[in-house]
């Protein structure tokens, strides 16, 4: 099963203190070491981002900072695992990480599971029959 | 929820077991022991843990508990009492010299774990043995997950751990990194199980029971994990950047009523890119540390020729039949020799290829593969002796177990009828 977690903070945040740094170096290493981790990484400020927006029928072009957004996504990682349960006892030691070398830090992982059609097709079959239940 | 306590448990468990027992292995010097302490530091876990939440540091707990109960053990065992006596001191010296658990648990992990690999797949255990207990001692299955995965009843798999670990006793075997002399030989016995184990997964279709298709993800992740361990080792990024990009081919090889489908008949669009930019960068690190390409090198290199050809006329031909020769010098085998048939006439055309396809039916050892006839009947028609390619491909059909496939080569068989020379137009 594959997963993506993405870490949501307010900005600005500063940067990440250097114990942080090293702490989540050796978290990152034990994934790779124990081959889970597909790839990983920190994403840059919303100021130097851009959003492209279609709505209306009109395609919309707009340069970051984006004042509205009260979180936003910082960082992200992609997993395999064997369970969502693994994913989240993952996430909870990436946490902890934060709590203890990033004091005042807050946020939050969200952990989506990556659908292949495989997925997909399989939702599709639960929803019509729970749909298939609520009409009997 | 109790319930989803248990499944977290289950989580840390698949996380922390292979290197809890790995140092446990190295401090009381008994696979067996250690395992059995790593099981009582579950079970305590599974008491636990419900009430008072899953501690920060699971590992470490497990850890600790799984030492308390070794100094236990070795208090209570009254026949070498004296022996184990100095041993629990000497543990609990240790324990007060390491009050930070988390340390104790990094210590020297890593060759820990290589050990724990070697081990399991020593060669005084056979094949299946050491299947089962790399799955379950650095892939953290459980044995009922082992047994579905196997199509096999749980207890077999169970007696199979119980007698290995026996035969590891018995035996003696020493928890260690076999030295140079025997580590090639050693490491690939060891790449053997791992991509026996791959192979398992790769040949379940979609549909089955999904624990079986699972296990090339276990593979990977065992072919990684070792990667990490051994990175000088060549032979082991082969055969990752082998499953990688096999694995890469996984949703399109099977079709929509479980025929399977082959190489040249499979829409490239689907096969994964993330995995085959994996298997390519593992074979580069694997040349990067030697020139001396090892079979699963060269089957990783073939492999790689046909994921870089975007259609399959853009395949490098001349360049897999160079492989083949090479794999063949290595790991001679009908198989092997088959394929670079194969590959000799996609290069060469159909006639030299069926000079070495005739070469090998006198040889007698393929007589009974279905693969042999259907190549030679695929060259003949390609030769355009159809009433030959007829007769292989009706012999084909004769060998091959699977319906679909017999089915194809009979359809085959039949373009070819006595009284038509040439192929109806489809």
Known sequence: ?136 | MATDTHRTIDAVWRIESPRLIASLTRIVRDLGLAEDLAQDALVAALEQWPESGVPDNPGAWLMATAKHRAIDHFRRNTVLERKHEELGREFEEKEMAVPDFEAALDDDFGDDLLRLVFISCHPALSTEAQVALTLRLIGGLKTEEIARAFLMPEATIAQRVVRAKRTLAEKRVPFEVPRRVELAARLSSVLGVIYLIFNEGYSATAGEDWMRPALCEDALRLGRILAELAPQEPEVYGLVALMEIQASRSRVRVGPSGEPILLFDQNRAHWDQLLIRRGLAALAHAEKLSSAQGPYVLQAEIAACHARARTPEETDWPRIVTLYAALAQLAPSPVVELNRAVAVAMAFGPAAGLELVDALTVGRSLENYHLLPGVRGDLLQKLSRLDEARAEFERAASLTRNARERKLLLERAQAFAVGSTQPEPR
């Open chain 1, 1 to 136: 099963m594959r997963f993506m977690m993405m870490v949501k903070h307010t900005e600005p945040s500063g940067p990440p203190p250097k114990e942080f740094m090293d702490a989540m170096a050796i978290l990152t290493e034990e994934a790779v070491k124990a081959g889970t981790i597909r790839g990983s990484g920190g994403l840059g400020p919303t100021a130097q981002s851009t959003r492209v927006r279609l709505s209306g029928g009109q395609i919309k072009v707009t340069d970051g900072p984006f004042t509205e957004a009260k979180e936003v996504v910082g960082g992200y990682a992609e997993f395999e695992l064997k369970s969502k349960e693994e994913a989240i006892e993952g996430a909870v030691r990436f946490m902890e990480l934060h709590k203890k070398h990033w004091p005042g830090w807050e946020g939050e992982t969200e952990i989506r599971q990556i659908f292949g059609p495989e997925d997909f097709a399989q939702q599709a079959k639960e929803q019509s029959r729970t749909a298939q239940k609520q009409a009997s």
